[in-house]
């Protein structure tokens, strides 16, 4: 696949501090207790306790502007269990320069808008014209054309794997790049200036003169929609010497964006990087001095900069996700303001841990919050999620809607020690795959306090999303709790919750080890 990710955060699926191990084995005990290991000093034993996990209702609503979309979502899908989701597009325009003069005589040939959608790029297919003629001054020339499989999520096939999109003219001031957005705020927008219909393949294309082989035009990868050339003719090229083009904050207050979206209901999402969109204006005029018209190419900018917003909308009518029988005996978990994930540590369960370290003197050397994906709602061809992100929440005693996060206390603690991996997936290839989420000093903190009480922990629960965290700019460490990708996560997938009738029903499992 080809990414091109913002700079400032580096998405990684597998990183040393806070990263994804997958493996098809048994964990090992994590460093916390491994000492209890070493020359047979303690033996070791596991048991597995009850949790109390429930489904948490984002309201099909996540901060996707410019600072959290790493990537933009274009498409449809349905399914049973999540119902249909919806992605469009919404990106300021800019001049590259302001007060711009296109000469004498400007007249508007062509306007396309290209996006670059991720893609395979090992898997190419590539068609060359020997006899092309290129249509400005009927040149002989030769066409190379190179295509490649978009990276899709979802029913790839259906309606022969089209989606008709299109662009229409945003009617609502966007605000600024670093301002909030949210994904289920829709900006409005009126006239439409282009369609295409998108096959599922990008292409780059080469065109070279037969005479001296030299470059008449290039393409890099992309999916081009061609824009009406009489709209920008009149909404720039007339404006030329007006105030509409004199300044940035007047510009972008005239013409106020573009947006981008699907006329279906269901097939496929597919994604690209904001930074990577082009609006390229194909023109003629005479230049100073010159009596006739030069072909000419006016790139606007579009990537870093502008205001980007995704827009996700939903139709969970008879989706299993709102079936309110269901309770929390499946979890559904899904990105881009979906459901997340609660897990809360019943009192039974810290009692029976407490009396064991109390009277047995049980230290606990490993716990893991295992979660399987559900074997019956969860089978399908879509690919299980890699990596999920674990928080720890906290509500306020006094304040119930007050609630503070941060990262787990396994990952303050071990999250530099080599090796260490808050989760860890099995199975990802079979049915169900399963999770393990590491909480090992979370749990201590609870069970072994030294001073005789207990932690507060019937305040504190755990919130398991899809995505991952995000890098800092340096690489070195995460950017922080509240950076991840779950704004743009395409994955979803219904999980076991507390189903005391499932063999595979969420659970904690700790390894403990006796003197």
């Not at 994904?183 to 001296?212: P, Q, R």
């Not at 005789?452 to 709790?481: E, P």
Request: charged letters at 20%; hydrophobic letters at 35%; one cysteine or more.
């Amino acid at each position: 696949m080809m990414y091109n990710f913002r700079k400032t955060f580096t998405i990684l699926s597998l990183v040393i501090f806070g990263g994804m191990l997958v493996y098809n084995c048994e964990p090992d005990p994590d460093s916390l207790g491994e000492q209890l290991f070493l020359d047979g000093a303690a033996n070791e034993n596991e048991i597995a306790y009850d949790v109390t996990a429930f489904n948490i209702d984002n309201n099909d609503s996540i901060r996707s502007d410019a600072s959290k979309l790493g990537l933009a979502t274009l498409g449809a899908f349905s399914e049973s269990q999540f119902g249909m989701q919806k992605a469009a597009y919404y990106t300021q325009v800019r001049l590259p320069a302001y007060d711009p003069d296109f000469g004498a005589s400007a007249t508007v040939d062509s306007v396309v808008l290209v996006i670059k959608p991720t893609y395979a790029s090992d898997s190419v297919t590539t068609t060359t014209d020997e006899n092309y003629i290129y249509p400005e001054g009927s040149v002989a020339a030769k066409k190379v054309i190179n295509r490649y499989p978009a990276t899709k999520y979802g029913r790839t096939k259906f309606n022969g794997g089209n989606l008709t999109v299109k662009v229409n003219e945003v009617t609502e001031f966007l605000n600024g790049y670093s301002d909030i957005a949210y994904s289920n705020k829709i900006y409005g927008s009126d006239l439409e200036l282009g369609s295409k219909t998108f096959n599922g393949y990008v292409n780059s294309v080469a065109i070279t003169k037969d005479s001296d082989n030299s470059s008449i035009f290039t393409s890099e990868v992309g999916f081009r929609i061609p824009l009406s050339a009489s709209f920008f003719k009149t909404k720039i090229i007339d404006k030329k010497g007006q105030p509409e083009l004199k300044d940035v904050s007047t510009f972008i207050r005239y013409f106020r964006g573009l947006k981008v979206s699907v006329t279906d209901v269901d097939g496929y999402l597919v994604q690209f990087s904001p930074s990577t969109v082009e609006l390229i204006m194909y023109y003629k005029s005479i230049d100073a001095g010159a009596t006739a018209s030069t072909q000419k190419k006016y790139a606007f900018s579009i990537g870093n900069g502008n205001a980007h917003i995704g827009n996700y909308t939903y139709n969970r009518v008879g989706a299993a996700v709102k079936d309110p029988a269901i309770a929390d005996k499946k979890l559904f978990a899904q990105g881009m303001g979906g459901n997340s994930i609660g897990i809360k540590f019943p009192t039974k369960t810290i009692q029976e841990l407490r009396t064991l370290y109390e009277k047995d003197k049980a230290a606990i050397i490993s716990a893991k919050i295992r979660m399987f994906t559900d074997k019956a709602a969860w089978s399908n061809h879509l690919k299980k999620p890699t990596v999920l992100t674990i928080l720890q929440k906290v509500i306020d005693k006094t304040d119930p809607n007050k609630i503070t996060t941060s990262f787990t206390k396994d990952l303050l603690t071990l999250g530099a020690t080599p090796n260490f991996a808050y989760i860890k997936a099995y199975d990802l290839d079979k049915n169900p795959a399963y999770y393990d989420f590491t909480v090992t000093q979370s749990l201590k903190d609870i069970v072994e306090s030294t001073d005789g009480t207990l932690d507060d922990y019937t305040h504190k629960y755990f919130r398991i999303d899809v995505g991952n965290f995000l890098q800092s700019s340096t690489g070195t460490s995460l950017a922080g709790y509240q950076f991840t990708s779950r704004p743009f996560s395409l994955d979803r997938a219904v999980f076991v919750g507390s189903d005391p009738t499932s063999e595979n029903k969420i659970q904690l499992r700790v390894t403990y080890g006796t003197k």
